[in-house]
């Protein structure tokens, strides 16, 4: 069983910065990508930005050059460091990561439980 732990959220004006932060802990074999997505109310939840363990990176436009996701891989731990915060940036940020599990070497995703971001105008 793999858990996430989701942090950092909270309630910024805009223009602000906020750091979300991302712990994956149990049976980690490895991990390969981890991300992050988000989901405000009456819309699909989207891909915000995601990292590969190698460290390539991959952001949606709409936070191109405001937002820069980074990993710890020792500690197994994503980040999504959030500047310029505008209010349509306000949504439950969620965390995702594709564990290679140690059980059966078998590759499965996982969902963090999500951390509130609202950004106030």
């Not at 959220?9 to 988000?38: P, T």
């Given at each position: 069983q793999v858990q996430l732990?989701?942090?950092?959220?909270?309630?910024?004006?805009?223009?602000?910065?906020?750091?979300?932060?991302?712990?994956?802990?149990?049976?980690?074999?490895?991990?390969?990508?981890?991300?992050?997505?988000?989901q405000a109310p009456g819309k699909q939840r989207e891909l915000v930005a995601s990292i590969i363990s190698g460290g390539s990176t991959n952001y949606a436009d709409s936070v191109k050059g405001r937002f820069t996701i980074s990993r710890d891989n020792a500690k197994n731990t994503v980040y999504l460091q959030m500047n310029s915060l505008k209010p349509e940036d306000t949504a439950v940020y969620y965390c995702n990561a594709e564990v290679v599990v140690t059980t059966t070497l078998a590759e499965v995703g996982y969902w963090g439980q999500g951390t509130q971001v609202t950004v106030c105008s």
């Open positions: 732990v989701e942090s950092g959220g909270g309630l910024v004006q805009a223009g602000g910065s906020l750091r979300v932060s991302c712990a994956a802990s149990g049976s980690i074999f490895s991990i390969n990508a981890m991300g992050w997505y988000r």
